[in-house]
């Protein structure tokens, strides 16, 4: 728990910074997903000999004087709130991934299953549990005694209503 914590600060505490080519990935398609949703609300359907296309692959028309004022329509605070947004979004995307990934490889993986030094899990080695008694595996990994209560009193209702369907089904 020690070093969890220890993760959890550096990523808390720490610069939010990657080398992650998926980041760069992830901020270019939030920013073409935006500038598509904005050319596809500025523009019309496409016309061609008088119809419209109805199919969203062929297009839409938009003029050059609309296109140009798309970018500039929008107020300074608009722009960095997108900007920001979209390099958050970003960035915490790869983050969360490779904090779940450090998580399973620096603490499960090697703190409790396989350092070299004594781990808390390595003593449930398969030669360690193949020399346990019923008794002993039932302490250590049973259901609790409620449970096992609740259990028994389910197994003995099942088959007094199996018992009173079979009555019923011979009195029919």
Not at 25 to 35: D, F, G, I, M, V
Not at 107 to 128: A, H, M
Request: with cysteine.
């Amino acid at each position: 728990m020690e070093h969890a914590r220890f993760l959890l600060k550096v990523e808390r505490e720490g610069i939010p910074y990657t080398l992650n080519h998926y980041f760069s990935e992830n901020l270019q398609k939030a920013q073409n997903t935006r500038l598509v949703e904005m050319i596809s609300s500025a523009g019309k359907a496409v016309t061609y000999e008088a119809e419209e296309y109805e199919d969203p692959e062929k297009g839409v028309f938009i003029s050059l004087k609309r296109l140009q004022n798309l970018s500039v329509a929008k107020s300074n605070s608009a722009q960095i709130v997108e900007r920001i947004h979209d390099v958050l979004a970003s960035y915490y995307k790869v983050a969360r991934k490779r904090f779940v990934d450090v998580v399973c490889q620096q603490v499960v993986e090697y703190l409790l299953l396989s350092n070299d030094e004594k781990c808390p899990l390595q003593v449930f080695t398969s030669k360690f549990v193949r020399g346990l008694n019923v008794g002993q595996l039932d302490d250590i990994a049973g259901e609790d005694a409620s449970v096992r209560d609740l259990r028994a009193k389910l197994d003995r209702d099942i088959g007094a209503f199996e018992g009173a369907l079979e009555i019923l089904k011979g009195s029919v």
